[in-house]
Structures are given as structure tokens and as C-alpha cells.
Nanobody, 125 residues
Framework: QVQLVESGGGLVQAGGSLRLSCAAS????????MAWFRQAPGKERDFAAG????????YYADSVKGRFTISRDNAKNTVYLQINSLKAEDTAVYFC??????????????????WGQGTQVTVSS
């Protein structure tokens, strides 16, 4: 099993940047594909970005391409999400997720078995 703890959220003005972090427990972090999802008020939880076990492959939702960058440091058991050019519509709770398996990075939430508690990102316009 793995436990995930997100940090780095906050209140930011539109156009600003944030870096979210997700720290994982355990010694098997490198076995998991990792992803960031986000959930805006009254909406479903949506995939934002995902990264392969080694970090050599990433995948982004169309809505965040060019502004979000996912990365990981397996030595530190941490995955990051750099968010630039923040927009009001980026306001959401951001969740880190870990998933087993092989192949392409999954985009459906039910393919991830482990979740953090979320961190709130609020963008003021």
C-alpha cells in the first residue's frame, strides 16, 4: 500500500503559479503510475496529468496542456504538479493518485487505487 499527502495549494491571483507536491509513504513508490486529478465545486473529479513509473512519459488533459507540468522524484517519493498561468477555472481541489498496472497512463479515476486527501487551489480573478 501507499499513502499520499498533498501540499502546496493556496489562494493565487490569475496569471500566477503554484507547485503542488504529493509525498508518498513506503519504499515502492517507483512501482506506481502517478496522476493529478482535480474537482471543482459541483463537478466530477477530472484527470489533469499523469506520469509513468520512471517519469519518462507524461500525459495531460487538453485543458491544461502547456500550463501544467507533472514530474516525479522517485528518490524522494514525491510527485509534483507545476501550474503556470493560473485561470479562475483552475479553482478546484487537487488530488494525487497512485495506480498499479502497465501500459499507457490511465485517465479514469477508477484505475487508481490510492488517493490523497486533496489540496485546495483557489484562483482569484
Amino acid at each position: 500500500q501507499v499513502q499520499l499527502v498533498e501540499s502546496g495549494g493556496g489562494l493565487v491571483q490569475a496569471g500566477g503559479s503554484l507547485r503542488l507536491s504529493c509525498a508518498a509513504s513506503g519504499r515502492t513508490f517507483g512501482r506506481y503510475r502517478m496522476a493529478w486529478f482535480r474537482q471543482a465545486p459541483g463537478k466530477e473529479r477530472d484527470f489533469a496529468a499523469g506520469i509513468s513509473r520512471s517519469g519518462d512519459s507524461t500525459y495531460y488533459a487538453d485543458s491544461v496542456k502547456g500550463r501544467f507540468t507533472i514530474s516525479r522524484d522517485n528518490a524522494k517519493n514525491t510527485v509534483y504538479l507545476q501550474i503556470n498561468s493560473l485561470k479562475a477555472e483552475d479553482t478546484a481541489v487537487y488530488f494525487c493518485a497512485a495506480g498499479n498496472g502497465f501500459g499507457p497512463i490511465p485517465r479514469r479515476s477508477n484505475e487508481y487505487g490510492y488517493w490523497g486527501q486533496g489540496t485546495q487551489v483557489t484562483v482569484s480573478s
